[in-house]
């Protein structure tokens, strides 16, 4: 049987070999021809000299489209070697002290090393023309500064029937550095991580996370720039805990209190390898007296606080003890 993916497979084929016998006609047109042609580079800027105490404190742009003149040999070579070479635009700050503006074309006419080509021979063959975008790049410098700032994590976790999440999400570390310009720092009081859920968690999640931006307007760097999330998610579980203490607070100087019975038992729900280390110290349970007393009715039900990792505590026997007080030998 034929295989019907070959047709798709066969079509992406020829359009692949289309493109490079184009792309190589082109070249090769270029290549033998010792005539001139104009063409348009794009250089990666590159920002040097910054003073001291001083960043930038708005964006600059990334990269300058440059237009030359040259052979078609040359130029043939400047883009066959572009990806392999460190082609580049330079930006020196030495003399800025807060704002300039770089008018491209005069800044390059006046310092043509700053158009960096190190592949051998080919300054000497091409012509700097023009700029062709941006025409000029404003340059604002800020004090420096850096401060440390929470995370904020915006991960939703759908916990699956049956189970339960121990403790609460962790995130490694819980603050970040922020460095940059004074103005733009002080306004970040915290950074958020990028969103992410997760469906029907049955087990433990741990996992690394980008940060958003707190403004992209602003130059900011953000140190460390991924976090890693823990979340413990474990089977729910019982557990049957005996003779827990009762402990009476609030209770008069003057008086002696105590209650009967001293102990409860009860049902602790959770996470099975939480519940696997339990015992009856991480279960406090008290009788209240400045609320709960009452001279007409003894009995009153004592209050369970669960540890904070434990889902619920249920079953509490017996329900009621009997509240006794009795004064003081002076």
């Known amino acids: 049987m034929a295989d019907p993916k070959q047709p798709r497979r066969l079509y992406g084929d020829l359009v692949y070999k289309g493109v490079a016998v184009g792309l190589a006609i082109i070249l090769w047109f270029f290549s033998i021809s010792t005539s001139r042609f104009e063409a ?27 237009r030359f003149l040259g052979t078609g040999r040359a130029l043939a070579k400047l883009f066959l070697l572009r990806p392999f070479s460190n082609l580049k635009l330079v930006l ?23 158009i960096v080509i190190p592949i051998v021979g080919m300054r000497e063959n091409l012509v700097f023309v023009e700029v062709v975008r941006p025409d000029s790049i404003p340059i604002v410098l800020g004090d420096y500064t850096e401060k440390v700032v929470a995370v904020i994590p915006q991960v939703t976790i759908d916990i699956a029937s049956g189970h339960t999440q121990v403790g609460p999400l962790k995130i490694v570390p819980p603050q970040v550095t922020v460095r940059g310009a004074l103005e733009a720092v002080s306004s970040v009081d915290k950074v958020r991580t990028m969103r ?19 403004d992209p307007g602003k130059v900011l760097d953000i140190s460390p720039v991924n976090v890693t999330i823990q979340i413990n998610v474990q089977a ?48 406090q349970v008290i009788v209240d007296y400045r609320e709960q007393f009452s001279s007409t009715n003894p009995l009153v039900v004592p209050q369970v606080i669960p540890h904070p990792y434990m889902a619920r505590i249920s079953d509490v026997v017996p329900r009621q003890v009997e509240l006794i007080s009795t004064r003081r030998n002076r």
């Open 92 to 114: 020196d700050l030495d003399r800025v002290q807060r704002r300039h503006v770089f008018y491209l074309n005069d800044y390059l006419r006046d310092n043509p090393q700053r």
């Open 236 to 283: 729910l579980g019982e557990r049957r805990i005996d003779e827990v203490p009762v402990h009476v607070i609030n209770a008069p100087r003057s008086l002696s209190v105590f209650v009967s019975p001293s102990t409860v038992a009860l049902t602790l729900v959770g996470g099975v390898d939480f519940l696997s280390g339990v015992d009856s110290t991480l279960v």
């Open 40 to 66: 348009d580079v794009t250089f990666p800027l590159e920002i040097r000299n910054i003073r001291a105490g001083k960043t930038l404190s708005e964006e600059a742009p990334r990269t300058a489209t440059l």
């Open 196 to 214: 992410r859920s997760y469906q029907e968690v049955t087990s433990a999640l741990e996992f690394s996370v980008g940060l958003q931006h707190p």
